[in-house]
């Protein structure tokens, strides 16, 4: 249980505390913050917070594990898992709040399963699927499209500009393009299968 490692157990114990935040409405909680006629609710930005900080510990488990020479089997499994539980959980919880529609969040996480069936795959095979550059840009646009939608929109809500609605459409248009493109790129393995 190296460093990496306990950083990914870490994002995954995440979870369910932004979940409480985002979806459990406490009646301690102060009064929603607003500024003119924008409205965020206390537990709202403390749950897009952890999920900010969830998310940014993706890059610094990977890049500390492959500079340290600490890449392990275990590593290989969970950090993949933890993004895809990260990212489910949340849009999940975004269409229940009814901020996320139900098809986008099916796309992304439908395209997640679908590339992690294609690397069992190409597991089974002796194949490693590394993550494409289409695949790290997805991924980023999708914690930008989540975050603002997590934020209300801040702080494009003041010059009256839909960037949450827009930066989660594009997320799942990328993600689209992205899981077509593992394929299209490993077509060979599923011939083999």
């Known amino acids: 249980m190296n460093l990496p490692n306990r950083?990914?157990?870490?994002?995954?114990?995440?979870?369910?505390?932004?979940m409480v935040f985002l979806l459990v409405n406490f009646s301690f909680y102060p009064e929603p913050l607003h500024w003119g006629s924008f409205q965020l609710s206390v537990?709202?930005?403390?749950?897009?917070?952890?999920?900010?900080?969830a998310a940014?510990?993706?890059g610094i488990d990977g890049y500390i594990a492959r500079k340290y020479n600490m890449v392990t089997n275990l590593g290989k499994l969970l950090d993949p898992l933890a993004d895809?539980?990260?990212?489910?959980?949340?849009?999940?919880?975004?269409?229940?709040?009814?901020?996320?529609?139900?098809?986008?969040?099916?796309?992304?996480?439908?395209?997640?399963?679908?590339?992690?069936?294609?690397?069992?795959?190409?597991?089974?095979?002796?194949?490693?699927?590394?993550?494409?550059k289409w695949g790290k840009i997805k991924t980023v646009v999708q914690i930008v499209a989540i975050s603002l939608l997590?934020?209300?929109?801040?702080?494009?809500?003041?010059?009256?500009?839909?960037?949450?609605?827009?930066?989660?459409?594009a997320a799942a248009l990328i993600t689209i393009y992205s899981g077509i493109d593992y394929f299209v790129k490993n077509k060979e393995l599923l011939s083999r299968a």
Request: glycine letters at 4%.
């Open 150 to 169: 997590l934020l209300n929109n801040f702080p494009f809500q003041f010059v009256g500009i839909p960037f949450d609605d827009i930066a989660i459409w």
């Open 56 to 58: 940014s510990t993706d």
């Open 7 to 18: 950083i990914t157990i870490a994002r995954i114990c995440l979870i369910p505390i932004m």
């Open 43 to 53: 537990n709202h930005l403390i749950a897009a917070i952890i999920f900010l900080l």
């Open 84 to 132: 895809k539980l990260l990212i489910s959980a949340v849009l999940i919880s975004l269409v229940e709040l009814g901020r996320c529609d139900s098809l986008i969040a099916v796309i992304i996480i439908s395209r997640e399963f679908a590339v992690t069936g294609l690397r069992q795959v190409a597991l089974l095979d002796g194949k490693v699927v590394a993550a494409s």
